[in-house]
T-cell receptor
């Protein structure tokens, strides 16, 4: 079964450093998302990406965050200068373009980001 | 901002019995509701969904009920199996082209053999 893969599974970084989280969405999918879950809290939407541009972003997704689909297969989330409060599990998700919402989205296994 | 609320952080049931997981929402613009299941070290997996124009959707052992007037939905698992032990997330979408999801905090279901 096709799946969304994320690397690395765990990343430890020092405060102020840049970090890039990588995702390979399912190959024929057209919509891509990043969500995050701070420990003990709910899964929160960060950004959606379609047709090579951001289609929607949350207030969490400030200038420190950026996304890119550099080569048609990878989808990356960059945090320019990490803060302690960026520590969370980051989930990438993708969905096909023409299927209805009630089929859900496919999520990767997550990258646990720890900022020290 | 708690547009989707799962007030029970955990639930424990015996194998073979019914599990009922609850979810409340506040945003009247939500038109689809989804349940995701998550095992440790894995991402959320889509389980079942319901449109706001329906009040029930069934898929095998899983049934989701929607009470739009109460802004409440529930997931019933019958019969519960030990393999159902996981965190269950309620999520909602207001449609549009982005299909972004708003999640609840999740309920940890433990099914005891």
């Amino acid at each position: 079964e096709p799946e969304v893969t994320q690397t690395p599974s765990h990343q430890v970084t020092q405060m102020g450093q840049e970090v890039i989280l990588r995702c390979v969405p399912i190959s024929n999918h057209l919509y891509f998302y990043w969500y995050r879950q701070i420990l003990g809290q709910k899964v929160e939407f960060l950004v959606s990406f379609y047709n090579n541009e951001i289609s929607e972003k949350s207030e969490i997704f400030d200038d420190q965050f950026s996304v890119e689909r550099p080569d048609g297969s990878n989808f990356t989330l960059k945090i320019r200068s990490t803060k302690l409060e960026d520590s969370a599990m980051y989930f990438c998700a993708s969905r096909e373009g023409q299927v209805p919402i009630w089929t859900g989205a496919f999520f990767g296994q997550g990258t646990r980001l720890t900022v020290v | 901002d708690q547009q989707v609320k799962q007030n029970s952080p955990s639930l424990s049931v015996q194998e073979g019995r019914i599990s009922i997981l609850n979810c409340d929402y506040t945003n009247s613009m939500f038109d689809y509701f989804l349940w995701y299941k998550k095992y440790p070290a894995e991402g959320p997996t889509f389980l079942i969904s319901i449109s706001s124009i329906k009040d029930k959707n069934e898929d095998g052992r899983f049934t989701v009920f929607l009470n739009k007037s109460a802004k409440h939905l529930s997931l019933h698992i019958v019969p519960s199996q030990p393999g159902d032990s996981a965190v269950y997330f309620c999520a909602a979408s207001s449609g549009g082209s982005n299909y972004k999801l708003t999640f609840g905090k999740g309920t940890l279901l433990t099914v005891n053999p």
